[in-house]
């Protein structure tokens, strides 16, 4: 397969049991992603035991048609999302992946992508859900910079 590969990035809190709205507004931004693309990969995992995966939650709110559609219920953190895509890519040959997330998530992953997919040819690009933008949220996104490094360095390891 040759072509884009659409990937969401998924989102949840402890505290709900469904998909959360900021989730929710990624898979609808996805829906026009996907229009025209070979495979979308759906990714996220639990944060509570004996809950469905962030992917599965997204899988059973699909509704788009005509890509093929990948789970990944183990991806844990944007670096580990960037890696796990990037394999999938290299795997079915991609040449474009487009990142669906939040528009405060939205740097943070643009760079991790770039990271897991450098050196590739494949190009990039990031596609921002719209809705809230939480006070907390984009803080906890602040929080998360000073990271970066030792998820560019985890992101480059796994990712080839």
């Given at each position: ?8 990035l998924?989102y ?8 959360h709205?900021?989730?929710?507004a990624?898979l ?5 992603e ?10 996220g995992?639990?944060?509570r ?6 992917a ?6 699909w509704?788009?048609?005509g890509?093929?559609?990948v789970?990944?219920?183990f ?6 999302n ?7 890519a290299r795997?079915?040959?991609a040449d474009e992946?487009v990142?669906?997330?939040s528009g405060?998530?939205a ?18 690009s990031?596609a ?8 907390r949220?984009r803080?906890?996104e602040?929080v998360?910079?000073p990271l970066?490094?030792?998820q560019?360095?985890l992101a ?5």
């Amino acid at each position: 397969m040759s072509g884009r590969l659409v990937a969401v990035l998924g989102y949840s809190e402890r505290r709900e049991n469904g998909l959360h709205p900021v989730c929710a507004a990624r898979l609808e931004r996805a829906l026009a992603e996907a229009e025209g693309a070979s495979a979308v990969v759906l990714s996220g995992w639990s944060r509570r035991r004996g809950r469905l995966p962030e992917a599965e939650l997204m899988a059973g709110a699909w509704r788009g048609s005509g890509a093929s559609v990948v789970c990944d219920p183990f991806a844990r953190t944007t670096a580990e999302n960037a890696a796990r895509v990037a394999t999938l890519a290299r795997e079915v040959g991609a040449d474009e992946v487009v990142v669906v997330t939040s528009g405060w998530h939205a740097p943070r992953a643009r760079l991790l992508f770039r990271a897991a997919l450098g050196g590739t040819g494949v190009r990039i690009s990031v596609a921002a859900a719209s809705g809230p933008r939480p006070l907390r949220l984009r803080l906890g996104e602040l929080v998360r910079w000073p990271l970066v490094p030792l998820q560019l360095a985890l992101a480059r390891r796994s990712g080839r």
